[in-house]
């Protein structure tokens, strides 16, 4: 009688294990991102500068709707795509943008970047203000500008 309650609670566990492990290597893959950056010396002396931080996969999108199905069907037709939930008809701009949570992610990324690739060019050693952030369908730019010795005055 004890070996058939070791078993009753065994397998529910196991099973229990399986699917936990199996959730577990569902995770979303990590946003892939490319940085980009130029500087100039301003009218006035100071430094200003460009961030760009470019992204290529976003966690809901789907490797299909990217490429967009352009097979043709078995009666030799071309299949539109637009009675299929999900795709997009042929020839549309497929550009999902990122949900509130997503951008806030890719913002702070690109301000940490920014910072990193102003520590290794060794520019701004008083600090920097990013004076404009602007939003683009597959990238983010931070403009802005070094501080100089006046301005801490």
């Known amino acids: 009688m004890k070996t058939h309650l070791k078993n009753v609670y065994r397998w529910p566990l196991i099973l229990l294990a399986i699917g936990l492990f199996g959730c577990a290597s ?41 490429r967009g199905r352009r097979e043709g069907r078995r009666d030799g037709g071309r299949d539109s795509g637009i009675d299929r939930q999900g795709s997009r008809p042929i020839g549309s701009n497929f550009n999902p943008q990122p949900d509130n949570e997503t951008k806030l992610a ?37 403009m802005g500008a070094c501080k100089s010795k006046l301005s801490q005055k």
Do not use: M
């Not at 990324?109 to 690739?117: G, H, I, P, Y």
């Open 26 to 66: 569902n995770e979303p893959k990590p946003i892939e991102t490319t940085d980009h950056f130029t500087s100039q010396l301003g009218p006035s002396g100071v430094t200003q500068f460009a961030f760009g931080l470019s992204w290529f996969n976003l966690p809901d999108e789907d490797s299909d709707n990217i």
């Open 106 to 142: 890719l913002e702070d990324k690109a301000v940490r970047n920014l910072k990193n690739t102003l520590e290794k060019r060794d520019l701004c050693p008083i600090g920097y203000t990013i004076d404009d952030i602007i939003w683009e369908s597959r990238r983010i730019r931070l």
